[in-house]
Structure formats: C-alpha cells, structure tokens
C-alpha cells in the first residue's frame, strides 16, 4: 500500500492550493486520514485529521483557513489549503492510521512528501 501525494507547488501569499493524497488500495484498518508537515528546522506537526466518525480537528494555526475531506469512493484526502502564508512553508505529508490520536505506529502508511513554499 502506498500513499501517493500530489498538489504542492509554489505560490504567493493569500493563494490557495489543493493537496491530494490517493491511497493504492484500500486500507481496511485505518481509521484516521490526516495532514502533517515539516518546516525547515522543525519538528513535524499535525496540520488536519480527519477520522473515520467524521470528526475532524485542526492546528489552531490553518483554523478557518484550510478545509481537509475525504473521498471514500476514491480513497482520496485532500486539504484545501487557502489565503496562505509564507510561515505554511513546509514539506506536507499525508497519513494513514489505524488510530484516530497516533500517527507513527507500525501499522501506519506514510506518504512521500510533497513541498509547498509560499513566498511573500
């Protein structure tokens, strides 16, 4: 199974953009689809996650701001990500989870990354 992202890019600030993350298959375990990234010099973090009851939650620092849904049919997450701004410059990775609160366990797929840079 892998988890295939695609969207980044670089645009200016107050611009939007649309990540998606398709999964090869269909992962009956996971339960949690989420969004992290990491900047340069940073640790990674938890950007949007969305769990299998629907429940969604956010960073404080994207609230209002970037929209994340899931396409059951298509296996697809995306994050819609708009009036973007230079700190949201980061590598965005894409996460599958059989646990809707931990994300690195042995039996969750990572994606291969996808950079998005904002420039001011």
């Known amino acids: 199974v892998r988890l295939v992202e695609s969207g980044g890019g670089l645009v200016q600030a107050g611009e939007s953009l649309r990540l998606s993350c398709a999964a090869t298959?269909?992962?009956?375990?996971?339960?949690?689809r989420s969004w992290h990234r990491q900047a340069p010099g940073k640790q990674r973090e938890l950007v949007a996650v969305?769990?299998?009851?629907?429940?969604?939650d956010y960073a404080d620092s994207v609230k209002g701001r970037f929209t994340i849904s899931r396409d059951y049919a298509k296996n697809v997450v995306y994050l819609q990500m708009n009036s973007l701004k230079p700190e949201d410059t980061a590598v965005y990775y894409c996460?599958?989870?059989?646990?809707?609160?931990?994300?690195?366990?042995?039996?969750?797929?990572w994606g291969q990354g996808t950079q998005v840079t904002v420039s001011s």
């Open positions: 969305v769990r299998a009851s629907g429940n969604i």
């Open positions: 298959e269909t992962i009956f375990s996971v339960t949690s």
């Open positions: 996460n599958a989870s059989p646990s809707d609160a931990y994300y690195d366990g042995p039996d969750a797929y």
